[in-house]
């Protein structure tokens, strides 16, 4: 009789539809040591698998269990030392001796109520930080699956364009919102010309921990897609992507005086419109200024020009009135 209820708590466990903190941390022989004396007082007769359902009902399926067991990464331990204090005093205290069912209703509810008390005082996980990467120190456990569930976003962020001048500095962090480990390896990859996240279109650039990444000088060459991988151990916490967009130099320089053109046609002397903020950047009105200094150069220039024209003029007349005079004192 004994052996034939065995098999069936053993059967009806396989076949459980979900789990939760006390079937993930509670060995089933405890469970048996546990029930083995449960006694129905309606019909007085022992029933084991009526002592499970109970333990169903207030561990697998109480939501305020499940949701106290939702801690950190490295937490399950002191979940199951949690549980254990107060599962196991049960079970040597129960261990082949009848017990009533509304004393194993009171003193299992009773483990359950300190269980969610200790439990929910556990560190919580800091939380996902979205769009993408393996966030370790995100992940929550489960006490349906038994498992640590991770944040389930995609490994590769998505691509953040830069715009750039061609000879100026540029410098890229390969930066995430979340915690990394110590212990991460860093890969720097580029995809010349191209937009892109596909992996073989990339060519290795460095190797190391360094996760800032500098161009001193940009060329019309460093146009492309720079990709830095993070790795810890053997595994791929995430994949940064910056597009690089190089303006020529020529081009900018052209732009910038065509801007000063533009302004110096706007009607009565306003370098900006009457109403709204200025459009001009800090760069366009230092071109302004060195434009307007450039112009009182020349103007100065050209006066000074002026000047010594009118004076060698005056000069070669006075010599030639000089001339006359003495032709005159000859005759």
């Known amino acids: 009789m004994f052996t034939s209820a065995l098999r069936l708590v053993y059967i009806s466990l396989l076949l459980s539809p979900s789990q939760s903190c006390y079937q993930c941390f509670v060995d089933v022989k405890d469970s048996l040591r546990l029930c083995w004396g449960y006694l129905l007082t309606k019909y007085n007769v022992r029933n084991v698998d009526t002592c499970f359902e109970k333990l169903d009902h207030i561990f697998n399926n109480n939501k305020t269990v499940i949701e106290a067991g939702r801690v950190g990464k490295g937490y399950d331990i002191q979940l199951k030392e949690i549980l254990d204090a107060e599962i196991l005093p049960l079970v040597e205290e129960f261990d082949r001796k009848l017990n009533n069912d509304t004393v194993y209703e009171q003193r299992l509810q009773t483990a359950a109520d300190n269980f969610i008390s200790a439990a929910s005082k556990l ?83 460095t190797v190391g921990v360094d996760r800032l990444y500098s161009i001193p000088s940009v060329s019309l060459q460093h146009q492309g897609t720079y990709q830095c991988e993070i790795y810890s151990g053997q595994l791929s916490i995430v994949r940064v992507y910056y597009y690089i967009s190089v303006t020529p130099q020529l081009v900018a320089g052209h732009t910038e005086l065509q801007e000063i053109f533009d302004l110096s046609l706007l009607p009565g002397g306003q370098l900006f419109p009457a109403s709204g903020d200025s459009p001009r950047s800090f760069l366009a009105s230092l071109s302004l200024l060195l434009a307007a200094c450039l112009t009182a150069l020349l103007l100065l220039l050209f006066i000074s020009l002026g000047v010594l024209c009118w004076s060698s003029i005056q000069e070669q007349s006075h010599t030639e009135e000089t001339d006359e005079d003495e032709d005159l004192d000859l005759f």
Do not use: H
């Open 123 to 205: 560190p919580r996980v800091s939380g996902c930080f979205p769009p993408c990467g393996f966030q370790s120190a995100g992940a929550v456990y489960n006490c349906i699956t038994c498992q640590y569930d991770s944040c389930e976003f995609l490994l590769d962020c998505p691509v953040e364009e830069i715009k750039v001048m061609e000879n100026s500095r540029i410098r890229m962090w390969c930066a995430v919102p979340f915690a990394l480990p110590s212990d991460i390896e860093v890969i720097w990859r580029f995809a010349e010309e191209v937009k892109t996240q596909q992996m073989d279109q990339f060519k290795e650039v």
